[in-house]
């Protein structure tokens, strides 16, 4: 299994372009995240899926957008890039439901610039 | 709501030295608690997870942990550090209907003298 996966590794994009974060998994999980890592903040949830199809803001959703077609993927999609999104990425997957709670499986990140 | 706070941002230990890392979180409900690690420039690694049950968690490299409920505490312990140890640590609480939704910690840097 490759896990959990993250294209591209670096970006650097100008103020008001638009890009899509990929993330994609293999383990068949239904519940995926996004979080991003700011120095001094730990990490913050910006949206979460629990399956394909349902998805739902997390702590700080503003200027991002997702969607879940499939099981494995689940990109971000950032439409107008600000200087305040600027942060290294990561997505994340599990299994979910039922009465436990499982391991969240991390990828590699992806740091983005906006310049 | 859910918090976590990690009141030391950097903590230096020398190499074979016993290690503490604080972890207070604030949740309703009976917490789902995780200690992740994270190396420079990787993601993170989960290191141990509480549940319910046992308060004494064990994790991978040797770390363990201890809930202890009366203090909202989820401390990180270590009996001796290697310097492989050094990186970042996060601390964090499962929040939402199964715990997936992770509210982390802003996080320890351990650094390891030799």
């Known amino acids: 299994n490759a896990g959990v996966t993250q294209t591209p590794k670096f970006q650097v994009l100008k103020t008001g372009q638009s890009m899509t974060l990929q993330c994609a998994q293999d383990m068949n999980h239904e519940y995926m995240s996004w979080y991003r890592q700011d120095p001094g903040m730990g990490l913050r949830l910006i949206h979460y899926?629990?399956?394909?199809?349902?998805?739902d803001q997390g702590e700080v959703p503003n200027g991002y957008n997702v969607s879940r077609s499939t099981t494995e993927d689940f990109p971000l999609r950032l439409l107008s890039a600000a200087p305040s999104q600027t942060s290294v990425y990561f997505c994340?997957?599990?299994?979910?439901?039922?009465?436990?709670?499982?391991?969240?499986?991390f990828g590699p990140g992806t740091r983005l610039t906006v310049t | 709501a859910q918090s976590v706070t990690q009141p030391d941002i950097h903590i230096t230990v020398s190499e074979g030295a016993s290690l503490e890392l604080r972890c207070n979180y604030s949740y309703g409900a009976t917490p789902y608690l995780f200690w992740y690690v994270q190396s420079p420039g990787q993601g993170l690694q989960l290191l141990l997870k509480y549940f319910s049950g046992d308060t004494l968690v064990q994790g991978i490299k040797g770390f363990e942990a201890e809930f202890k409920r009366s203090q909202s505490s989820f401390n990180l312990r270590k009996p001796s550090v290697h310097w492989s140890d050094a990186a970042e640590y996060f601390c964090?609480?499962?929040?939402?209907?199964?715990?997936?939704?992770?509210?982390f910690g802003a996080g320890t840097i351990l650094r390891v003298k030799s």
């Open positions: 994340a997957s599990s299994y979910s439901g039922g009465s436990v709670t499982y391991e969240q499986y």
């Open positions: 964090a609480v499962g929040a939402g209907e199964y715990g997936n939704k992770l509210v």
């Open positions: 899926s629990v399956g394909a199809g349902i998805t």
